[in-house]
């Protein structure tokens, strides 16, 4: 596609669901992050995937967060049992190989736990 | 995460006012630089990269020091629309991206 798209764009679901967040890259973009803004804070890193070489999950704030990435393909952001701190809008970009390029990024999904 | 350090402002100028951001950077193997500008409640877009021999688009200059692990974006003759928070972003190693917490500018009339 013509650039990074994630869907929904906007969730609310009820404290203690599970939700599934998906991103899709820009065709042919090896490196895919995900982050995490609450309002008014500044990006917080979650997880980032560089081809096939194994993510790096240091962001993830606890165990009920989980990400996977198929390849160079779509990738999906799990959060199990959310909660009222959960809320935020998550962000994924993605990047060409190589350092040269900066990331785009998708116009995130709006996520309200209530 | 706090390789990137920003000052997060906010800076308050008004319109035609010439204002800098500093950005320093711990890791001095970091390979790329670039400025992003993040409009409210609007995904982060790239503004500009920022070469190791300085870098000019119009009224938005960026510079980078190595020697000192800083880069430095200069807005001349400000605009309202410049109002945004401004992102300093430093590119690792494989494409290992790091994020300052972002520098807010608003514009007054």
Same mark, same amino acid.
């Given at each position: ?8 764009s ?45 993510p ?13 990435r ?45 | 995460?706090?390789e ?11 319109? @035609? ?9 711990? !890791?001095? &193997? /970091? =390979? ?6 993040? +409009? ?9 990269s920022?070469?190791?021999? @300085? ?9 980078? !020091?190595? &020697? /000192? =692990? ?6 001349? +003759? ?21 994020f ?10």
């Amino acid at each position: 596609g013509a650039g990074v798209s994630q869907s929904p764009s906007n969730k609310v679901t009820e404290k203690g669901k599970d939700v599934e967040l998906r991103c899709d890259p820009i065709s042919g973009h090896t490196a895919l992050y995900w982050y995490r803004q609450r309002l008014g804070q500044g990006l917080e890193f979650l997880i980032y995937f560089q081809g096939n070489s194994a993510p790096d999950k240091s962001g993830l704030p606890s165990d009920r967060f989980s990400a996977e990435r198929t390849g160079e393909s779509v990738s999906t952001l799990t959060i199990q049992r959310t909660q009222q701190e959960d809320s935020a809008v998550y962000l994924c970009a993605s990047s060409p190989a190589g350092t040269a390029y900066g990331y785009t990024f998708g116009s995130g999904t709006r996520l309200t736990v209530v | 995460r706090k390789e990137v350090e920003q000052d997060p402002g906010p800076f308050n100028v008004p319109e @035609g006012a010439t204002v800098a951001f500093n950005c320093t950077y711990s !890791n001095s &193997a /970091s =390979q790329s630089f670039f400025w992003y500008r993040q +409009d409210c409640r609007k995904e982060p877009k790239l503004l500009m990269s920022v070469y190791s021999s @300085g870098n000019e688009d119009g009224r938005f200059t960026a510079q980078l !020091n190595r &020697a /000192s =692990q800083y880069i430095s974006l200069l807005i001349r +003759d400000s605009k309202l629309s410049d109002s945004a928070t401004y992102l300093c972003v430093v590119n690792e190693y494989n494409n290992d991206m790091r994020f300052g917490a972002g520098t807010r500018l608003t514009v007054k009339p």
